[in-house]
């Protein structure tokens, strides 16, 4: 049976070890909140003591932190994580960092005889736990070989994107998509509905026609339209605000580093920083609606 080591369970990496339990796999758990540690080892989970505790004995590691510097102080350095991991063994490290990140921590682990893939996800925290997350890989085809049972177990989508830091270029040009899509339909939402039109009719017709996208489709930003939507819950669980705006500031900087021009992206993350800095960070990213207008809420003190 294939040993693993998951570090990271916050909302997307809980349901994602998770699933690797279903699927029969024998896994080592480390998360600085104990609490999701126990709900995995209810369910036939180890708990390690530190993330180096985690890795003794896996043939594989999987990490899912929150941004770069998190990843490089995982990995890199004298005592870091790649010093302890078995030369031979898999890495898979699922977060959403730079790409120059993630080829800096490649390289790190190219020298010790350990095979590295970045492999970040999209489909929320509904797909990780589903099991239809898309994963975007970089690095070698016979790495992706080896981990493509892995990844099936926790996900529907696999492509693999190209070299080393590919995954990581393919999710930054994801998400500044989906961050330009949920501003666009907030605001249509919002047009609409202060001058007299039904929130659920408005959404329906923008569905049904050329405006129709992935946020109408299954992630509507106004509260009622779609009941398993966040928005119709306060706003809560999803993902995050906060990890949007890092997302589009990733963007920005690969855009400034390879010389691209990116005004829908560079407009896209002054609108989440702004909704940051009214608070609302830890809530789902589809609370960008109240920018513009929308059901007023008791935690609300910007509609």
Not at 40 to 45: C, D, I, N, R, Y
Not at 100 to 121: C, F, N, R, T, Y
Not at 250 to 258: D, F, G, I, V
Request: charged share 15%; aromatic share 6%; net charge negative.
């Amino acid at each position: 049976m294939t040993k693993i080591a998951f570090i990271g369970l916050g909302h997307m990496g809980l349901p994602m070890a998770r699933n690797l339990l279903k699927a029969g796999f024998e896994l080592s758990v480390y998360d600085l909140l104990q609490t999701a540690v126990q709900q995995l080892v209810a369910e036939g989970a180890r708990a390690a003591n530190d993330a180096h505790d985690a890795v003794h004995q896996a043939s594989v590691v999987i990490s899912m932190l929150p941004a770069s510097r998190h990843v490089e102080g995982l990995y890199l350095g004298d005592d870091g994580l790649l010093a302890y991991i078995t030369p031979g063994s898999l890495v898979l490290e699922c977060s959403t960092i730079a790409p120059e990140s993630a080829k800096k921590v490649h390289q790190a682990a190219v020298k010790l005889g350990i095979e590295l893939l970045d492999a970040p996800v999209s489909g929320g925290t509904a797909g990780a736990a589903a099991a239809t997350l898309t994963f975007m890989v970089g690095g070698e085809a016979q790495a992706l070989d080896q981990a493509r049972p892995i990844f099936q177990a926790m996900g529907k989508n696999i492509f693999h994107a190209g070299s080393a830091g590919a995954g990581q270029l393919a999710k930054v040009c994801n998400n500044l998509v989906l961050a330009v899509q949920m501003i666009g339909t907030a605001e249509a939402m919002a047009l609409g509905v202060a001058n007299g039109l039904d929130a659920k009719t408005l959404a329906e017709i923008m569905r049904q026609s050329s405006g129709g996208n992935w946020v109408l489709e299954r992630y509507n930003p106004w509260p009622g339209v779609m009941e398993t939507a966040p928005a119709s819950h306060d706003y809560d669980g999803g993902f995050m605000a906060e990890l949007m705006a890092k997302d589009l500031g990733l963007a920005q900087e690969t855009a400034q580093a390879s010389g691209n021009s990116t005004p829908m992206g560079a407009l896209a993350l002054q609108l989440y920083r702004l909704l940051l800095r009214q608070g609302h960070g830890q809530r789902d990213f589809s609370v960008i609606q109240q920018l513009f207008g929308g059901p007023r809420h008791s935690t609300d003190d910007t509609a």
